[in-house]
């Protein structure tokens, strides 16, 4: 049989499993099984874990695949993941818990528990409260300040994120334009640690993982005890499946930590998602946060854009971020939901309150594709929706890892300023991402960040006054223009610019501005 025939007919076996048995009843969980597998394999997702709980029972949870392509161990529903920005519902609880003791109110000013804290904006500074750390808002652009975070590791410290955030342009409105950020959570973080006295890490593993019982959740690096069931990143080289060796977890503390660093089991991930999903009370029955913060981390916020093919396809109405989570509709019900996204590990959790309904599913592969299905094919199942083959929409979509898609390539920039390579070579230094030297080697010239060494590569004249910036490391997938131009004074400033479509926004380069601080020796 067709391949593409019996996934087609899998899905509509499914779709009446659920249509055809009564409300209460969830379709069988071998089906599911294939189905995850099926999306898993085409996709060359090496190793994940899902979960599924439905109306007060399981339905699923168990792992597939290996952590490792090189030293192959299975995936079960223990194995640790990187969660990535579904670490951000766990900051912003956190900080709910600090807020019920009345140590800090959601619109405390931040500055009042972070002096140093500063916006490119002197207003905007002083009137910054706490909820706006978590909800989008800020008025930096998407992905501000980024490239002080990955490609890791980096030199870059905490310190250094809340000293450079002043330097990062303002260029949309405060609460009112949505743009997603990361920097702004290590500072909720930070005003965690600020206010309880431990750090983020300590404070998340004493006040909420340990209370919810969550054995296999670290808010910090992985003890080395639980490192032998840790799933490692994976990328796709050449049409083979590799180790993403620059990304594996480390055993030091990391800046990201609260905007994205965690570690958890599917497993204790479903404990965590049926603990909110309870107002707050573990399954045990202990409260670990009141009804009242809980429904406030749920609070629309921010509304986010809603496209006509989101809206279609969703059957929504709007689409919005409150405290660490996105809450939208979706074909009448209201969904709580997340992404998490780094290089080499993909997450995602949803909550449907309405339908008792909690899913995570953690990958180790960097496969938009795979996750889209299977966000799209569980959710469906249990919204009762008309049912279709997910996995073939978002191919056609985005290209799968059989047939990826070429981003579209930007042309380069113009620039009227003239300039040789050898008067281009010096030091540079950006006020927020700090150094970088171009000097000429073998012939060829040369760029290096001295804080964050994998952005080393080499630049080749495309126009006047105009270079191409390809990256020594090709998984990067960010190269870049680099351009000359002057400044009011007359004086060389060097920008960048991405150089297609499929650069990751947070390889935030158009907030770059280099000035020289050194000529070439």
Known sequence: M????????LYLLLAAAVGGCSHDAPPKPRDIEQLVEHILTAERVPGAAVGI?????PVLLRGFGVTNVERPRPVDEHTLFKLASTTKAFTAAALALLVEEGRIDWDSRVVDFLPQFRLGDEWITREFRVEDLLTHRSGLGPGAGDLMLWPQPNHFTRTDIISGLQYLPVSGRFRADYAYDNLLYIVAGELIAAVSGQSFEDFVQSRLLSPLGLKHCFAGPVPGGARDNLADPHRLENGTLVVDTPNLAGDQPIVLAAAGGMHCSA???LRWLRTLSAGGVTPEGRRILSELSRDRLWRPVTLMPLSETRAERDGAHFYA????????????????????????MYAWVAIVPEEELA???????????????????????????EQRDWLAYFQALYGGASEPQEPEHYPPPESRTALEDEELAGSYRDPWFGPVRIG?????LRWRSLKSPRLEGTLEAAATGVWSLRWDDRSLEADAWLIAGNDENGELVLTMQP???????SYDFPDLRFVRIGADN
């Open 359 to 385: 899913m995570v599913v953690l990958m180790n592969r960097s496969a938009g594709v795979a996750r889209q299905a299977l966000i799209y094919s569980l959710l469906n199942l249990y919204l009762q929706t």
């Open 321 to 344: 971020y409150a405290l660490g989570w996105r809450v939208q509709d979706m074909h009448g019900r209201r969904v709580l939901h997340h992404t998490g996204s780094l290089s080499g």
């Open 440 to 444: 000429i080697a073998e012939g060829r």
């Open 53 to 57: 709980w439905h109306r007060g029972e």
């Open 499 to 505: 150089q297609s479509r499929g650069v990751d926004f």
């Open 267 to 269: 497993a204790d991930m």
């Open 2 to 9: 067709n391949i593409k025939v019996s996934v087609a007919i």
